[in-house]
Nanobody
Framework: QVQLEESGGGSVQAGGSLRLSCAAS????????MGWFRQAPGKEREGVASISPSGDTIYCADSVKGRFIISRDAKNTLYLQMNSLKPEDTAMYYC???????????????????WGQGTQVTVSS
């Protein structure tokens, strides 16, 4: 049974910020690499960022580097701090767990691990 639940999405204007959270079962996922991927209407899913249990991070696209920050806490809650949001960041964002620890996940995020139901982020210009 998947135990990942996203929250924190919403509608913001360009330049604004949002913080996504993902409540994950510590028993199930505490030793797993976790990450966020997104899917915009009419587009393929794309990895956003991942983080290992020890805190090593991978940001999948140059477009989010310096604007998004992925983190996780001792309770195994996963976060995505999104700053300077742009309309092109509009998408459904999904939390994932049990994913590869390298960048191969970035290109095919839906091929690995478990993921939640998603939370919608809409950025208006």
């Amino acid at each position: 049974q998947v135990q990942l639940e996203e929250s924190g999405g919403g509608s913001v204007q360009a330049g604004g910020s949002l913080r996504l959270s993902c409540a994950a079962s510590a028993y199930t996922y505490s030793s797993d690499v976790m990450g966020w991927f997104r899917q915009a209407p009419g587009k393929e899913r794309e990895g956003v960022a991942s983080i290992s249990p020890s805190g090593d991070t991978i940001y999948c696209a140059d477009s989010v580097k310096g604007r998004f920050i992925i983190s996780r806490d001792a309770k195994n809650t996963l976060y995505l701090q999104m700053n300077s949001l742009k309309p092109e960041d509009t998408a459904m964002y999904y939390c994932a767990a049990g994913i590869p620890a390298d960048s191969t996940w970035c290109r095919r995020p839906a091929d690995f691990g478990d993921w939640g139901q998603g939370t919608q982020v809409t950025v208006s210009s």
